[in-house]
């Protein structure tokens, strides 16, 4: 197994060129660590086989900010929300740290990456936050691979055959390397400090990130406002969350998926509350 250090470019070079050929690899991801690899369907199959994943689950995306945009189909928004408003809410939160959002899919979207909220074909994108030197490693593997998305995927083992929940997502190297550094065409790529890392963002818990969804609306708050629907409860805290929405004139809705916070994993030799 490679191992590379984020805040070296050379390192950042080499990780991006393993991403292009094929390669699967773990990487720093502002305060926890995901897995990122090509978007195509074998490589997809694959990893979510590695992970214990059935092979044909929906898989996310991962981007820069500016390619954002382009994976959404904004003549889906729901009445009530505007591409506007949902461009800048992105941008807000991407300027506090990693979070995702999930809305109406654009057609290129393959359906390996794509899901279905009752007739509304959407997708996850899930972003590292704008201070993160991840950015830089996904930039130049779009760059290589001639895409506007990668595939990314919590950096854990999957217990979905079983019924029984995920292991929550690494938020150390060492973790990660125990937990896949075996397999074959496995990188890793780490912070040269996780403590300065995790320090970084002081509003968000090392753990996959929070969604949003606005492909629709939930029902109106006690003060008239739509509802933004929470797809899952992860890093940034709803607490954190609700006064940015509120900020745009939104309140906020649990999803059946959100109504109990994703656990954050616990190290024998780093105790850390969440």
Same mark, same amino acid.
Request: include cysteine; charge should be neutral.
């Given at each position: 197994?490679?191992?590379?250090?984020?805040?070296?470019?050379?390192?950042?070079?080499?990780?991006? /060129?393993?991403?292009?050929?094929?390669?699967?690899?773990?990487?720093?991801?502002?305060?926890?660590? #995901?897995?990122?690899?090509? $978007?195509?369907?074998?490589?997809?199959?694959?990893?979510?086989?590695?992970?214990?994943?059935?092979?044909?689950?929906?898989?996310?995306?991962?981007?820069?900010?500016?390619?954002?945009?382009?994976?959404?189909?904004?003549?889906?928004? $729901?009445?009530?929300?505007?591409?506007?408003?949902?461009?800048?809410?992105?941008?807000?939160?991407?300027?506090?740290? $990693?979070?995702?959002?999930?809305?109406?899919?654009?057609?290129?979207?393959?359906?390996?990456?794509?899901?279905?909220?009752?007739?509304?074909?959407?997708?996850?994108?899930?972003? $590292?936050?704008?201070?993160?030197?991840?950015?830089?490693?996904?930039?130049? +593997?779009?760059?290589?691979?001639? #895409?506007?998305?990668?595939? /990314?995927?919590?950096?854990?083992?999957?217990?979905?055959?079983?019924?029984?929940?995920?292991?929550?997502?690494?938020?150390?190297?060492?973790?990660? @390397?125990?937990?896949?550094?075996?397999?074959?065409?496995?990188?890793?790529? &780490?912070? @040269?400090?996780?403590?300065?890392?995790?320090?970084?963002?002081?509003?968000?818990?090392?753990?996959?990130?929070?969604?949003?969804?606005?492909?629709?609306?939930?029902?109106?708050?006690?003060?008239?406002?739509?509802?933004?629907? #929470?797809? &899952?409860?992860?890093?940034?805290?709803? +607490?954190?969350?609700?006064?940015?929405?509120?900020?745009?004139?939104?309140?906020?809705?649990?999803?059946?998926?959100?109504?109990?916070?994703?656990?954050?994993?616990?190290?024998?030799?780093?105790?850390? +509350?969440?």
């Amino acid at each position: 197994m490679d191992t590379f250090d984020l805040s070296r470019p050379a390192d950042a070079e080499r990780a991006a /060129i393993a991403i292009a050929r094929g390669a699967v690899v773990g990487h720093a991801f502002g305060n926890f660590y #995901v897995i990122t690899t090509r $978007p195509d369907a074998e490589v997809v199959r694959g990893v979510n086989l590695m992970k214990g994943r059935p092979a044909d689950q929906v898989g996310s995306v991962t981007t820069t900010r500016c390619r954002v945009s382009r994976l959404f189909d904004w003549s889906r928004l $729901p009445d009530g929300l505007s591409r506007g408003t949902v461009d800048a809410l992105i941008d807000r939160l991407f300027s506090i740290g $990693p979070f995702g959002f999930r809305g109406p899919a654009a057609a290129h979207v393959p359906d390996h990456l794509a899901a279905y909220d009752g007739d509304i074909r959407t997708t996850q994108v899930i972003a $590292p936050g704008y201070e993160c030197p991840s950015n830089g490693l996904l930039r130049r +593997a779009m760059d290589l691979l001639g #895409v506007e998305y990668l595939y /990314i995927t919590s950096a854990n083992r999957s217990r979905h055959v079983t019924g029984a929940d995920d292991e929550p997502a690494h938020f150390t190297a060492a973790g990660l @390397q125990s937990e896949f550094g075996h397999e074959p065409n496995f990188v890793l790529m &780490r912070h @040269q400090d996780e403590a300065a890392a995790r320090a970084a963002y002081p509003l968000h818990a090392p753990m996959s990130t929070t969604i949003l969804g606005f492909q629709r609306l939930g029902t109106r708050d006690d003060n008239g406002r739509p509802r933004l629907i #929470v797809e &899952r409860h992860g890093s940034l805290p709803i +607490a954190a969350l609700a006064p940015i929405v509120a900020a745009y004139g939104f309140g906020l809705e649990l999803g059946p998926k959100a109504t109990h916070r994703l656990a954050l994993r616990a190290y024998d030799d780093l105790p850390l +509350a969440a």
